[in-house]
């Protein structure tokens, strides 16, 4: 049965548990099975908490089918960055390394209330810092389509467990690129939603609309589904937003009514590998057989980099700065360096970054005007060696900082435009390469279906588990 049930897709998977066809019970044992055979090999999954799941689903199995929510037993792994009532939590650092939460995250309450069972803690960088997911307490986490390359980061676990059958769903978080840069470079879906969209605990910024947590899968509709459970108001998230009456997964499965689309390689700001972006191209040029025009063009984010680098600044300077003060030694260099940098920061250096960011949300809603998505790469480079620590260069240019290679995400993360990793083919060494696709703020709805279409259209077939492959 293990086979049987590894191989169908989330969306199945909840109707079969609606119809007590199958139980969470039959889902844990296929999923603690599996991982024995595949987590030794690519270490996607450091914390289990089987028994915790299991009373989890007793409990859940306990009330009528129509009382189990929207994912009705559905097992889900939750980022290293988050807390889980009961389970060891380190957000990849030795300073948490024993830690044990008393309480969970409200985005994980909100998960169990709809039904999710939370069965393991995902891999993760220290703090999410850097796209490759290696940390001081459980090492480096290998990407599936060729071992020794990275899974990028920081939800680097969840997409791994994704592409090797140790996941239906997976919950990612992103600021700079953390579940769309993984959702890329291991060939599955990963959707960054509208801040707000999706609520959890605030942080030491209360009101900052950064990071945003969202649903990873292996296709476009599971990733639908988890959103409808991801979403809602919660008083403690200040910018939390209500339910609207959306259904994602029933918005998936209509037609996206699409008129035109732009397609850039590179939003004008980075440097791109000519052979990610010719696939990307491609793909992205496919919406023509459907009667979609496609056009090159993207807004102007000519002041992308200042605004997000001075941003990210505050950010880990208002979350880590006592961390820096109290454990020095403890810290990755990346970590200390992004602290540094926002303590560093002049008020008009803020300022002026705000004002940037408020500047090109207003440009980007002005091009949704005209376009119903915007299609980029999704990262400027196929999977990366897993020695390097990040990408330092490309296509002759060398970058300044470790998080200057994620511009084609953090771009759009100024925006706040809802945006998916979606598989759009693979290099010539047979590595995945990830479209990224954005609608305009808040149309997450316009955003699945059109990315639902192109994925039926490119048939890349990624529901279907792979097992790991080593390579050289």
């Known amino acids: 049965m293990t086979a049987s049930l590894i191989n169908r897709s989330a969306s199945e998977i909840v109707d079969s548990l609606k119809a007590e066809e199958i139980s969470p019970f039959d889902l844990l044992d296929a999923l603690e099975e599996r991982i024995a055979t595949v987590d030794p090999v690519v270490n996607a999954l450091p914390t289990l908490c089987f028994d915790r799941a299991r009373e989890r689903a007793r409990a859940l199995m306990e009330k009528p089918v129509a009382q189990r929510g929207r994912l ?17 939590t380190t957000w990849g650092s030795p300073i948490f390394a024993d830690f044990v939460p008393q309480r969970s995250d409200i985005m994980v309450e909100n998960i169990e209330a709809e039904g999710g069972i939370v069965y393991a803690k995902s891999a993760t960088p220290e703090f999410g810092a850097g796209a490759n997911t290696f940390n001081e307490v459980f090492g480096a986490t290998l990407n599936p389509w060729n071992t020794s390359r990275s899974a990028a980061g920081s939800s680097g676990g969840a997409a791994v467990a994704l592409a090797t059958g140790m996941a239906w769903v997976a919950q990612g978080s992103d600021l700079g690129g953390s579940l769309r840069s993984p959702a890329s470079f291991c060939g599955i879906v990963g959707m960054r939603p509208s801040p707000g969209r999706v609520a959890s605990d605030p942080g030491t910024l209360v009101d900052s609309i950064l990071s945003v947590e969202g649903p990873m899968a292996r296709t476009v509709e599971d990733v639908a589904l988890f959103l409808d459970a991801m979403t809602g108001e919660n008083p403690h998230d200040p910018t939390s937003l209500p339910r609207d009456g959306t259904r994602y997964l029933e918005a998936a499965r209509r037609p996206a009514n699409l008129r035109k ?121 196929p999977p990366y060696p897993i020695e390097q620590r990040y990408v330092a260069e490309c296509a002759g240019h060398t970058f300044d900082s470790y998080i200057d290679w994620l511009a084609l995400a953090y771009a759009i993360t100024l925006s ?57």
């Open 72 to 88: 009705a037993g559905l097992p889900v792994p939750i980022k290293d960055l988050t807390e889980v009532e009961g389970v060891r």
């Open 416 to 472: 706040t435009a809802p945006a998916l990793s979606l598989p759009c083919g693979f290099t010539s060494e047979g590595l995945p390469v990830g479209l990224q696709v954005v609608a305009r703020p808040r149309g997450e709805a316009k955003l699945l279906a059109g990315a639902r279409q192109l994925e039926t259209l490119l048939d890349l077939r990624t529901v279907n588990p792979i097992d790991p492959r080593s390579g050289g």
């Open 261 to 381: 689309v732009a397609f850039s390689a590179d939003l004008g700001i980075t440097p791109v590998d000519p052979e990610v972006a010719e696939i990307c191209r491609k793909a992205a040029y496919r919406f023509i057989e459907l009667g979609i025009e496609v056009e090159d063009a993207h807004p102007d984010f000519s002041d992308a980099h200042n605004a997000f680098q001075v941003l990210r600044a505050r950010g880990f300077a208002a979350s880590h700065a006592q961390k820096l003060k109290d454990y020095p030694d403890l810290l990755k260099p990346e970590v200390i360096w992004n602290i540094e940098k926002g303590l560093k920061l002049p008020l008009t250096e803020i300022i002026e970054a705000e004002t940037q960011r408020a500047e090109i949300i207003k440009r980007t809603l002005a091009f949704f005007g005209d376009y119903d998505l915007l299609l980029t790469p999704t990262t400027i480079v």
